[in-house]
Each structure stands twice: as structure tokens, then as C-alpha cells.
């Protein structure tokens, strides 16, 4: 990891989605169309989406994790999560990136998540 790549002392390692875009709530239902393969919850209940950041252009700009960095399919999950948003009305552009910090933990699920593979 770069010191580029790595949040200022202070700033959240997580930065905030833009959850008062117009197209925010439209974006993340697309992301819940977009499924692990090998866990049966879509990758936005599971808490592999950390940010999802729409500019006044309308551009979105995902960072997501993975289970785990090897995962068989790292390689194509940002292209399935890219597909599943580019065709939101509204939506001009969309760039996905994987991001391994901070790493991916259960704490990270939602709710429903956790009910649907037993963890509650």
C-alpha cells in the first residue's frame, strides 16, 4: 500500500457515501443485484460496499472489499457491480475499486444478512 492510498491521521479509513445524491438510493438497489457467489446475500448486505460517491456530473464512484483477498472471484466482481449500475437512469459513469483497507469483517453485515445465514 502506497502512502497515497493511505486516509490522513484524523480522517475516517472509510470515507462517507454520498447518501444525499438523487441517485444514491437507486445505486445502492443496483448493488443489491450483485450476489457472492459463494454466500447467498447480495454484496451491499453483506458490507462489501464501503463508498459509493456521486459527483454533481452524475459520475459514481464505488470502493468495495471482498471476503477475502482471495477470492476466486476478485477479479470480477467491480465488472458485475460496474454492469449492474451503469444501466441506472441517470447514471453517466462508473468506476469500481477494490480496496483491502480496512479489511472485510462480519461486523460489516447488515442486519438482514446476519438473519439470512444464522448468525443472529
Known amino acids: 500500500m502506497t502512502h497515497a492510498d493511505t486516509p490522513a491521521e484524523g480522517e475516517p479509513l472509510i470515507r462517507p457515501s454520498s447518501t444525499d445524491h438523487p441517485l444514491y438510493e437507486r445505486v445502492v438497489e443496483a448493488c443489491r ?3 457472492d457467489p459463494e454466500i447467498p446475500v447480495n454484496i451491499y448486505d453483506l458490507g462489501l460496499v464501503y463508498t459509493i460517491d456521486i ?9 468495495m472489499s471482498l471476503t477475502a483477498p482471495g477470492c476466486p472471484v476478485a477479479g470480477e466482481m467491480p465488472g458485475w457491480v460496474a454492469d449492474a449500475v451503469e444501466p441506472v437512469e441517470g447514471v453517466k459513469q462508473v468506476d469500481v475499486n477494490l480496496v483491502w483497507e480496512p479489511p472485510w469483517g462480519m461486523d460489516r453485515m447488515s442486519d438482514e444478512a446476519r438473519l439470512e445465514l444464522g448468525f443472529m
Request: no cysteine; hydrophobic share 35%.
Open 55 to 63: 459527483n454533481e456530473a452524475n459520475e459514481v464512484s464505488i470502493h
Open 33 to 35: 443485484t450483485v450476489y
